[in-house]
Every structure is written in structure tokens, then in C-alpha cells.
């Protein structure tokens, strides 16, 4: 038969009160009711979409361009672009001398395209720039810089 030390008896006996005391505290509890709720108010926005329209230079009268508009999304869900409502300006040298705004045409372009979250560059369709041939005296508009602005609901 086998002869245990001191230290091998006293490890265990060490053992043993570790696992008692552990094993009563775990059955320790009272039993109860309760009740609660919560809430939370989303978010009124989510941010908006910034909108790109690039075309080509060199619009003559009587011309026309395509126009792409692209779109980012910084937010954090996705968006919608609805409807893109571009609105005509002229550099303030070129209105100054009498480049009319009015002489350029562009209609609203029906998107409903889904920029997803953090999305650049998103496809958003075309639409055509016109520089109409008035049959006036046009050259205040040679070397005009377009602006188009962009609108979105």
C-alpha cells in the first residue's frame, strides 16, 4: 500500500473546502418577478447623397451632350435618388457679358437608383444638354464654363 506525504494531505484537504464552499454558493438565489421596457428613436436622417454630372467640353450651339450623373453615399444605410433636377449657370465673366443661362436646356432625369452605404461613383442614368442655335448673335458664350446644380428628391 501506497504512503501519502504531508503536503499530498494537505493539498487535498485544501481541495476539498475550495469545492464545498464553491459547490453552496451556487445554489444560492431567490426567485422573483419583474417587468420593463426600453426604447429608442431612430435616426431622423441618415445624411444625403452627393450628386456628379460630367460632360463634354466643347457644347456648340445647336449641340447637345450626354450628361452621367454618379452618386456617393457617406451614410451608414442605404438611400435613393429620385428624380435629378439639374439647374443651368454660366461663369460670372461669360453672364457678365451676356451668355444667357436660358440658352442651355436640360431635362429632370427619373433615377430611383439605390446608392448602398459608403457606395462612390453609383450609376445614376444620363441626360442630355442642349445649346440652342437662338439665330442671335451667340459668341459671349465661346469659352463659357456650364455649370450644371443638382437637385434630387
Given at each position: 500500500?501506497?504512503?501519502?506525504?504531508?503536503?499530498?494531505y494537505?493539498?487535498?484537504?485544501?481541495?476539498?473546502?475550495?469545492?464545498?464552499?464553491?459547490?453552496?454558493?451556487a445554489?444560492?438565489?431567490?426567485?422573483?418577478?419583474?417587468?420593463?421596457?426600453?426604447?429608442?428613436?431612430?435616426?431622423?436622417?441618415?445624411g444625403?447623397?452627393?450628386?456628379?454630372?460630367?460632360?463634354?467640353?466643347?457644347?456648340?450651339?445647336?449641340?447637345?451632350?450626354?450628361?452621367?450623373?454618379?452618386?456617393?453615399?457617406?451614410?451608414?444605410?442605404?438611400?435613393?435618388?429620385?428624380?435629378?433636377?439639374?439647374?443651368?449657370?454660366?461663369?460670372?465673366?461669360?453672364?457678365?457679358?451676356?451668355?444667357?443661362?436660358?440658352?442651355?436646356?436640360?431635362?429632370?432625369?427619373?433615377?430611383?437608383?439605390?446608392?448602398?452605404?459608403?457606395?462612390?461613383?453609383?450609376a445614376?442614368?444620363?441626360?442630355?444638354?442642349?445649346?440652342?442655335?437662338?439665330?442671335?448673335?451667340?459668341?459671349?458664350?465661346?469659352?463659357?464654363?456650364?455649370?450644371?446644380?443638382l437637385?434630387?428628391?
Amino acid at each position: 500500500m501506497r504512503k501519502f506525504t504531508k503536503k499530498q494531505y494537505l493539498a487535498a484537504g485544501a481541495a476539498a473546502v475550495i469545492i464545498a464552499g464553491g459547490a453552496g454558493a451556487a445554489f444560492a438565489y431567490w426567485t422573483t418577478t419583474g417587468s420593463g421596457n426600453g426604447s429608442a428613436q431612430n435616426a431622423s436622417s441618415n445624411g444625403t447623397i452627393t450628386l456628379h454630372a460630367a460632360f463634354a467640353d466643347g457644347l456648340t450651339p445647336g449641340a447637345s451632350e450626354t450628361v452621367t450623373y454618379t452618386a456617393d453615399n457617406p451614410g451608414s444605410s442605404s438611400l435613393y435618388v429620385g428624380t435629378i433636377t439639374p439647374t443651368v449657370s454660366i461663369d460670372s465673366a461669360h453672364a457678365t457679358a451676356r451668355c444667357q443661362a436660358s440658352d442651355f436646356s436640360i431635362a429632370p432625369t427619373v433615377s430611383n437608383t439605390r446608392v448602398v452605404a459608403g457606395a462612390t461613383g453609383t450609376a445614376a442614368g444620363t441626360g442630355t444638354l442642349a445649346f440652342a442655335d437662338t439665330g442671335a448673335n451667340q459668341d459671349a458664350c465661346k469659352g463659357a464654363t456650364v455649370n450644371l446644380t443638382l437637385a434630387s428628391n
